[in-house]
């Protein structure tokens, strides 16, 4: 038991602490004297008063780097205003919230189920529960929390996604439409009803939402899902002028709200060129069984050579996991904050158990993981060196193939934001192609290069490379990803649960034209010839 003079001294040091603005310093010595003696009034009141300053204090600090873009920061200053103030439910369900949006759907469950201990009846936070279980690969109780929800256009919509996941298109359909009757005016809503059907004349649809984006002004954000909606209607409806129009207007109006920072992606791929080009890797382990990643270009037929590999009855394919670009990036900024100069041997061992740890939360112990995060490409050395098992399949596809379906597409979260525009695409494409070739010169023996057309062209020689490299069982099987049994939430959810099929890296030609300056940009970058 503590004496009377450490609960002086821890009370002394907890004032000053305070003063500092060392606001977990001063909570945890608070918490600790009254952990001992429940009614020390002076650490009762001590307590009430540094919460009342500190809890508002955070939240702003907390809005300020989230308002730069430094989550990491945003994420510690929540998860201190939660600890002290688990009573207020806004502060939970905004800490969630960035759990989710940073790719960590564990740490959001176990935000909210704290939540819904103390309010069992909080929808926002139930809301969040299901999202991160779904997000987590345990889709079937997710189900159930959303079905349990009162039936509300986002309950609605976050079972229709999983029905989209299944490939019920029927369901699908059925949900989307409720939910577009008890929120009108959701452009999102509206948006998820567009890609759950194919729009023939006629379509009452279509004029609902030109009459609702009338209602918005130019330079409304909000609008560019809507703007997306009709896109998708009009392309459809084979008026490719229209469509064009409505598309270019959402990737202007995602870009405003979104901006792109080109020098900030280019900044630390040449840190992590400088960082590993003195390194030292582990060599790669002729034992197989490790965890598999499937890499390239977002819309480089990732989701397709995922559910191709989750054949073999010994793979769970998790998606897009963030767990090695949250792992990858922390390390990253210990060398841009100079706090270490070199990857050494205990670095190694600490990002490794950091990825295996994050990674096993998706997959039945046993089982090797499937990883299809596209943007791992940034961090294959990362890979590479803290897991020598690991095995990468990367995916190269035709240029002007990729870069429309860049285009054509609404990505979530920031990671993504160089879709908005087309020079913004040519641009990455070239950090990509320089990164790549600059990975493969650092750990070949880890790297599979897979064409996409060849995958097309050629499905049963490309599949058993990959088999082989992997040390997986090739089978029949995987000529048929449309058998598989994974889930898809990605853009490819359609796409993927049909068979293997050509004729897909042509879609952009129905809008030559107007992608004239893509094709030029793509053709000065070298990455595309001339024709």
């Known amino acids: 038991m503590a004496t009377l003079l450490s609960t002086e001294k821890a009370l002394k040091y907890a004032r000053s602490a305070e003063s500092q603005q060392d606001w977990e310093t001063a909570f945890d010595l608070y918490q600790g004297v009254l952990s001992q003696f429940p009614k020390n009034r002076r650490a009762q009141a001590g307590l009430?008063?540094?919460?009342?300053?500190?809890?508002k204090s955070l939240l702003q600090d907390a809005k300020d780097a989230q308002a730069k873009q430094i989550w990491s920061k945003s994420q510690a200053h929540l998860a201190l205003a939660f600890r002290m103030a688990p009573e207020v439910p806004e502060i939970g369900t905004a800490l969630a919230h960035l759990h989710l949006q940073n790719g960590a759907p564990s740490e959001a469950l176990e935000t909210v189920e704290t939540l819904?201990?103390?309010?069992?009846d909080l929808d926002e936070a139930q809301l969040i529960r299901g999202i991160a279980l779904r997000d987590l690969g345990r889709f079937q109780e997710?189900?159930?929390v959303f079905e349990d929800m009162p039936e509300t256009a986002d309950s609605l919509t976050n079972l229709a996604i999983l029905a989209r996941a299944t490939g019920d298109q029927d369901t699908e359909y059925d949900l989307t439409q409720k939910a577009v009757k008890l929120a009108p005016q959701s452009p999102t809503v509206h948006w998820n009803f567009a890609n759950a059907q194919t729009y023939e004349a006629g379509n009452l649809h279509v004029s609902q939402m030109l009459e609702l984006v009338d209602a918005y002004a130019p330079n409304d954000t909000n609008a560019a899902p809507l703007r997306m909606a009709l896109f998708k209607a009009f392309d459809d409806l084979g008026d490719s002028n229209v469509a064009f129009s409505h598309l270019k207007e959402a990737k202007r109006l995602a870009q405003s709200a979104t901006p792109y920072d080109f020098k900030k992606d280019a900044l630390r791929y040449a840190l992590g060129k400088n960082i590993f080009a003195n390194s030292q890797l582990p060599a790669p382990t002729d034992a197989l069984g490790g965890p598999i990643f499937v890499t390239g270009l977002p819309r480089s037929g990732t989701t397709l050579v995922e559910r191709i590999v989750s054949q073999d009855p010994r793979t769970t394919a998790c998606g897009e996991l963030s767990v090695v670009e949250r792992a990858a990036s922390g390390l990253l900024q210990r060398f841009i904050d100079r706090e270490i100069s070199a990857i050494t041997p205990q670095i190694l061992q600490d990002l490794r158990s950091e990825i295996l740890e994050g990674m096993e939360k998706h997959a039945p112990t046993g089982q090797i993981i499937i990883d299809k995060m596209p943007l791992n490409f940034r961090w294959i050395g990362y890979i590479c060196a803290a897991l020598p098992e690991a095995r990468i399949i990367h995916l190269n596809r035709d240029p002007m193939a990729v870069a429309w379906s860049l285009y054509r597409h609404l990505f979530a979260g920031l990671e993504n934001?160089?879709?908005?525009?087309?020079?913004?695409?040519?641009?990455?494409?070239v950090l990509h192609r320089e990164l790549m070739t600059f990975w493969k010169g650092v750990c070949p023996a880890q790297v599979l290069?897979?064409?996409?057309a060849d995958l097309i062209a050629n499905p049963k020689d490309t599949t058993q490379r990959m088999a082989e490299f992997t040390g997986l069982t090739w089978s029949e099987d995987w000529l048929h990803p449309e058998t598989a049994n994974s889930h898809a939430l990605t853009a490819s959810a359609?796409?993927?649960?049909?068979?293997?099929?050509?004729?897909?890296d042509e879609g952009w030609r129905r809008y030559e034209a107007q992608l004239a300056p893509l094709k030029q940009m793509l053709i000065s970058t070298g990455l595309l010839s001339p024709q």
């Open 142 to 144: 997710a189900k159930r």
């Open 494 to 504: 359609a796409q993927v649960r049909k068979p293997i099929y050509q004729g897909s």
């Open 48 to 55: 009430k008063g540094l919460k009342s300053k500190a809890v």
């Open 449 to 452: 290069d897979i064409n996409y």
């Open 116 to 120: 819904l201990s103390n309010r069992p």
């Open 417 to 429: 934001g160089f879709s908005n525009s087309m020079e913004d695409i040519a641009r990455f494409m």
